[in-house]
Nanobody
Framework: QLSLVESGGGLVRAGDSLTVSCVAN????????MAWFRQAPGKEREFQAR????????TYADSVLGRFTISRDNAKNTVYLQMNSLRPEDTATYYC???????????????WGQGTRVTVSA
């Protein structure tokens, strides 16, 4: 069992950088693969990035490849999403998720945070 809490969202300008964080409350954080999803107003939730339980094999959606970096610090029970060169179309609520399956399918992740809102102005 894990509870996840995101933080770090806010209002930024196009071209700025922002890092959002997700802190897990649980003793087995290092056993879970972690992922970031986002949901923009009026759109469906979409995969952004995932990282294996030991921090290996970070992978990304095409829309953020080269701009976003996912990382984790298992000693701190925390996963991060560093977002560079932000665009207005990145405006969304960003969610972290935890699961045992290596997947980009949000339906396969049993643990979710409440989300943190990121707004990028033009």
């Amino acid at each position: 069992q894990l509870s996840l809490v995101e933080s770090g969202g806010g209002l930024v300008r196009a071209g700025d950088s922002l890092t959002v964080s997700c802190v897990a409350n649980g003793r087995s954080f290092n056993l879970y693969n972690m992922a970031w999803f986002r949901q923009a107003p009026g759109k469906e939730r979409e995969f952004q990035a995932r990282i294996f339980r030991d921090g290996s094999d970070p992978t990304y959606a095409d829309s953020v490849l080269g701009r976003f970096t996912i990382s984790r610090d298992n000693a701190k029970n925390t996963v991060y999403l560093q977002m560079n060169s932000l665009r207005p179309e990145d405006t969304a609520t960003y969610y972290c998720a935890a699961g045992s399956i290596w997947t980009e399918d949000d339906r396969r992740y049993p643990y979710w945070g409440q989300g943190t809102r990121v707004t990028v102005s033009a």
